[in-house]
């Protein structure tokens, strides 16, 4: 990690930080218990995909889609998909995705063939299943040795944004921002696809707002930066949105192309696209099971509460559902290492003091969770279309950046609040990083904070503040502390949302091999 992170600086209460650690279990042991005996479509279709089922029906339907919506009408998604699948290959000897072409083109009917054996059933499906996820397994080991090959860049990473709508031009754009010196490029997803309850087939051209998430153009995009990094000595990392109604999907299609991050996190579609919480949650943590397993960073959200919620006052509904976040993160088997919590340098420009105060939050959330690559936001929210003072704010934003040491860091482009940034506006962001990180490269190992001055007593104000949040989370639940407003100032109820039909109660012989594969690993 960077100069200045984990020193102890701000003479943090251990007592303190360990009650939330142990608050933040509480909550996400509630979570699990409530999500339990439940699967979506999402996750069903997941199983899917890890199974090598891709393409679409004549009417542009995935071939995902079908089968779960097939197995689901007849009656029999409560056992879970692979059971079906498992009985099929052993019944016709066809592979997953001849199962699913047959079953489109209404050639087969799973209801109609006999049953084996379950045991028969489960060994067959978890065979093919191993067997897939060793051939992932294989394609991410040849992709860190790249990485070790080509040097990784050293942190904080410089994370930049691109999307056009056109995958095409996408390329374009993300070689020239590695040209520009980025080491991690986001593709924007296109606006509200968070909300489709499928995953769109093939390369796209066209988007609102951004590029449409499919696995042929996360294929095409790994393919563009590998060849560019091959070109020029140095890996570039590549990020997408492995949220909304399709998370799990998406972190299976990520897995399959090499993608090295992914943006994780329920929350942020659970308040911002009012997706139904059970559902987002069940989801998220099957997704962030896939992500943990092939070394895939997440990046959770909590950035983004600042953007509806004042920054100086939730400071400590942040750094509480850090502390949950990066528990449900670990019950999904994501080691610290892959664990991108999320902040962000969003208090008004005219607050006095302002700068000591997101230093202080900095400082905190790096200290809290030393080991976790924190993925710390530009200021956006009261961004008004003056470029130099933007420009400016991203310069303090950047100095905070190096002299804590965070992990990730999403460049600001001074035409933020504007319009979608051109790539010379990004040029210039990462211009204004480079200047900063190199002029204060060692200045978090020069500082000192004053005893119980403002950047100290802001922070212990802030974990007090997480604390007491924590701890009444604790006793009433998450569901119910997300129904009165706690995060973002949003509330979400238990009983409503979007994607709520897709929730399926399981029964008892419900099973999953992707989930029980991956679950061995991770306590083996």
């Known amino acids: 990690m960077s100069a200045g992170a984990g020193a102890g600086k701000l003479d943090l209460d251990p007592g303190l930080v360990a009650a939330c650690r142990a608050a933040a279990a509480q909550i996400a042991e509630q979570v699990a218990e409530r999500i339990a005996g439940r699967t979506t479509f999402s996750v069903e279709r997941s199983v899917t995909r890890l199974l090598g089922m891709d393409g679409a029906d004549g009417l542009e339907v995935p071939l995902p889609n079908v089968l779960v919506d097939h197995v689901h009408d007849g009656g029999g998604l409560g056992r ?41 059933i489960r060994e067959r499906v978890t065979e093919e299943c191993a067997t897939r996820l060793r051939e992932i397994s294989q394609r991410f080991e040849e992709r860190r040795a790249i990485r070790e090959r080509l040097g990784d860049a050293a942190a904080p990473l410089r994370y930049v944004l ?36 499928y995953v ?22 790994r393919e563009a930066m590998d060849e560019w990094s091959e070109l020029h000595g140095r890996y570039v990392r590549l990020s997408s949105f492995c949220s909304g109604l399709c998370m799990s999907e998406i972190a299976a299609m990520g897995a399959w192309e090499g993608f090295d991050n992914m943006v994780n996190d329920a929350l942020y579609g659970i308040l911002y696209r009012d997706i139904n919480i059970v559902r987002g949650l069940i989801d998220q943590r099957v997704s962030r099971m896939i992500n943990g397993y092939f070394g895939v960073v997440i990046n959770t959200g909590e950035d983004n509460y600042l953007r509806t919620a004042d920054a100086v006052e939730a400071a400590p509904s942040v750094t509480a559902s850090q502390f949950i976040n990066h528990q449900l993160a670990r019950d999904s088997g994501v080691p610290d290492a892959q664990i991108g919590l999320g902040d962000a340098f969003e208090i008004d420009i005219p607050v006095t003091n302002g700068l000591l105060y997101e230093w202080a939050q900095a400082q905190l959330t ?50 933020e609040g504007i319009f979608t940034p051109h790539i010379h506006d990004r040029v210039l962001g990462l211009q204004n990083v480079d200047y900063v990180f190199n002029a204060a490269r060692d200045l978090g190992e ?63 012989g419900y099973f999953n091999p992707v989930v029980e594969l991956m679950r061995e690993a991770s306590y083996a």
Not at 87 to 93: H, I, K, P, S, V
Not at 162 to 190: F, L, N, P, W
Not at 366 to 383: A, G, Q, W
């Open 80 to 120: 879970g998909v692979a059971y079906w699948i498992g009985n099929a290959m052993l019944q016709t000897g066809r592979s997953p995705q001849q199962i699913a072409e047959a079953v489109s083109a209404g050639e087969l009917d799973l209801f109609e063939l006999r049953l084996a054996e379950e045991p028969a």
């Open 366 to 415: 790096r200290e809290l969770f030393p080991d976790c690559p924190v993925k710390y936001m530009p200021p956006t929210r009261h961004m008004d279309g003056n470029l130099f003072r933007t420009h400016a704010a991203d310069a303090l934003f950047n100095l905070v950046t190096i002299a804590t040491g965070q992990g990730i860091q999403t460049i600001g482009v001074p035409t």
């Open 200 to 221: 769109p087939y093939g390369p796209t051209t066209e988007g609102y707002g951004g590029t449409f998430a499919t696995q042929a153009n996360f294929k095409i995009m």
């Open 446 to 508: 020069e500082i000192e904070f004053k005893r119980g001055g403002i950047i100290q007593t802001r922070a212990k104000e802030v974990l007090a503040g997480a604390h007491e949040l924590l701890e009444r989370i604790a006793q009433t639940g998450l569901f119910t502390a997300v129904e009165q407003a706690t995060f973002g100032d949003v509330s979400r109820k238990l009983d409503e949302g979007r994607g709520i039909e897709g929730i399926v109660d399981t029964d008892e």
């Open 162 to 197: 691109t999307a056009t709508g056109d995958v095409y031009e996408d390329v374009v754009h993300a070689k020239a921002v590695a040209q520009a010196g980025g080491d991690i490029v986001a593709v924007i997803r296109s606006t509200a696809q968070s909300l489709l309850d």
